[in-house]
C-alpha cells in the first residue's frame, strides 16, 4: 500500500505543552502536506514542505522531513485546547498525474 | 481564499437508491477534482480523479459503474453512488487544486444507507 504511516495514533496533553506527529512514507515524494480535521469536517490545509526543504515553519508549527529516512515530523508549540484535531500527512506524488496520499492520522486531544 | 462546496452535507437513504453528491468551486475553476472516501476513525482513501470534459481516473479496486463521476464544468463535479447498500455508507469528501500543490477541500458528505 502507498498509505502513509503516523505515530501514535493518538496523542493527549495538557494546553501549553508542545505535540509531535511523526509521518513516514514509501515512495518518491514531490512535497509533504500536513492537514487538520475537525471531527466531522473537512481538511485545513496548514503547511507544506517540499522535498528539497528540510525544515519549515509557519506560527506555531513546525514541519521537519528527512527525504532520506523518508519521514516527516509535525510540531504545534504551545497547544491549545482548540488545537484538538485530527492531523493528517499527504505525500504528494506524480505517477502520470498527480495525487496525494493521505497517513493514516493523530487524534490530538488538548486538555484544558 | 479558495473553497469548496458540497451538497448534501448529510444524506440518509434506503438500500439500492443512488445518491448524487455535488462538489463546487465558488471561487476558481478546477479543471481537476477529487473524490476521497472516509470511514470512521480512519484516513482519507482517493476514490478518483475528476477531470473536467473527460472521463475520470478510478483508483485500484474502485468500481467505475459503482461510482459516477461526472465533470462537466470548470466549478461542478458530482459522484453518483448508484444502488447503495449500508457498506457505501461513509464520509466522502471532494477537493481541488488552485494553481498549485495544494488541495481545497469541500466541507464533506455523510452518507447513511439503511
Known amino acids: 500500500s502507498q498509505q502513509g504511516e503516523e505515530d501514535p495514533q493518538a496523542l493527549s496533553i495538557q494546553e501549553g505543552e508542545n505535540a509531535t506527529m511523526n509521518c513516514s512514507y514509501k515512495t518518491s515524494i514531490n512535497n509533504l502536506q500536513w492537514y487538520r480535521q475537525n471531527s466531522g469536517r473537512g481538511l485545513v490545509h496548514l503547511i507544506l514542505?517540499?522535498?528539497?526543504?528540510r525544515e519549515k515553519h509557519s506560527g506555531r508549527l513546525r514541519v521537519t522531513l528527512d527525504t532520506s529516512k523518508k519521514s516527516s515530523s509535525l510540531l504545534i508549540t504551545a497547544s491549545r485546547a482548540a488545537d484538538t484535531a485530527s492531523y493528517f500527512c499527504a505525500f504528494h506524488i506524480i505517477q502520470g498525474a498527480q495525487k496525494l496520499v493521505f497517513g493514516q492520522g493523530t487524534r490530538l486531544t488538548i486538555n484544558p | 481564499g479558495a473553497v469548496v462546496s458540497q451538497h448534501p452535507s448529510r444524506v440518509i437513504c434506503k438500500s439500492g437508491t443512488s445518491v448524487k453528491i455535488e462538489c463546487r468551486s465558488l471561487d476558481f475553476q478546477a479543471t481537476t477534482m477529487f473524490w476521497y472516501r472516509q470511514f470512521p476513525k480512519q484516513s482519507l482513501m482517493l476514490m478518483a480523479t475528476?477531470?473536467?470534459?473527460?472521463?475520470?481516473?478510478?483508483e485500484q479496486g474502485v468500481e467505475k459503474d459503482k461510482f459516477l463521476i461526472n465533470h462537466a464544468s470548470l466549478t461542478l463535479s458530482t459522484l453518483t453512488v448508484t444502488s447503495a447498500h449500508p457498506e457505501d455508507s461513509s464520509f466522502y469528501i471532494c477537493?481541488?487544486?488552485?494553481?498549485?500543490?495544494?488541495?481545497?477541500f469541500g466541507p464533506g458528505t455523510r452518507l447513511t444507507v439503511l
Open positions: 514542505i517540499r522535498s528539497n526543504e
Open positions: 477537493s481541488a487544486y488552485l494553481a498549485g500543490e495544494v488541495q481545497y
Open positions: 475528476s477531470n473536467e470534459g473527460s472521463k475520470a481516473t478510478y
